[in-house]
């Protein structure tokens, strides 16, 4: 058994088929199918069974899947560790990171995290929900994450965190919408808006959805894009709750920005997973405690 067929083998659980993987691993189909075979003969059992055009785990595949993770990751903490023996002069840090946050704090923290470690290359990639984002660490497609829950960051137990700042919920609107006096607004006071909301189960949609049952209020557009936002806002299509998150972007673009009276917050907080952790990550995780 070697890394390679280690990483071959995980491609397949991940893509669903071989000829998926074979893509995702910029290799020919044929070499993934061999380094299957040799892997399935070395172990005596089958990993995959074939249902339809798709392959699903075997038990004994199953049950390969989190060491194999596990070795994979270890070996690339490995060489990570042994090259910055001299100092963080290179290598790749990937971040999960919930669509609100990634712009901000994550921008904020990705610049001065550049700042220190210039040569260091920074991935981001998207999670839509706290789940998500717990899912890619979990299966190594992130190291660390950023994410943002209502109910703080203490039901993340199999997580460590760092808790980075508290996001209210502002409202944006065209600067020739009639908004009531007042910041923060009473959303009881809002009166006649169209409303362009997001997905629901978010901290907006549930803000923006308290305001559609308290007014005559109604809703215009909703939409799973949170970065569509803005400029259907712009596009005088209605008004839009989003997290203060939102605000610089907001301020930047013309519209007009006012705080919610609202009790709804989302905790913010970057969490990875409990074991070794590259020097990327680990010098990330010590800039953003600076940065608090």
Do not use: K
């Amino acid at each position: 058994m070697d890394i390679r067929q280690l990483r071959y083998f995980l491609a397949v659980v991940d893509q669903g088929t071989v000829h998926r993987a074979a893509d995702h691993l910029y290799v020919a189909q044929p070499s993934v199918s061999h380094s299957l075979r040799r892997l399935e003969e070395e172990l005596g059992t089958e990993l995959f069974m074939r249902r339809g055009r798709g392959l699903v785990l075997s038990s004994a595949g199953q049950a390969l899947v989190d060491p194999a993770r596990e070795l994979v990751r270890l070996l690339e903490v490995a060489r990570a560790t042994v090259e910055s023996v001299e100092g963080l002069r290179g290598g790749r840090l990937t971040i999960a990171s919930m669509p609100s946050q990634a712009v901000s704090p994550l921008t904020r923290m990705v610049a001065d995290f550049a700042n220190h470690y210039p040569d260091v290359e920074v991935a981001v990639v998207a999670s839509d929900r706290p789940e998500d984002v717990r899912e890619a660490l979990r299966t190594g497609t992130a190291e660390l994450g950023l994410l943002a829950t209502p109910r703080g960051l203490d039901e993340f137990d199999d997580l460590e965190t760092l808790p980075v700042e508290t996001q209210h919920f502002v409202l944006v609107a065209r600067p020739d919408v009639d908004l009531p006096d007042g910041d923060p607004v009473d959303i009881a006071r809002l009166s006649g808006l169209r409303l362009i909301v997001g997905q629901p189960g978010t901290g907006m949609r549930r803000v923006a959805d308290a305001i559609l049952a308290a007014t005559d209020c109604r809703l215009a557009v909703e939409i799973e894009h949170r970065e569509a936002l803005l400029p259907l806002v712009l596009s005088g299509l209605g008004v839009a709750v989003v997290a203060e998150s939102w605000r610089e972007l907001a301020d930047s673009v013309g519209l007009s920005v006012r705080a919610l009276a609202t009790t709804e917050v989302l905790h913010v907080g970057l969490v990875w997973q409990q074991r070794r952790l590259s020097p990327a990550a680990a010098a990330f995780i010590q800039a953003s405690r600076r940065d608090r």
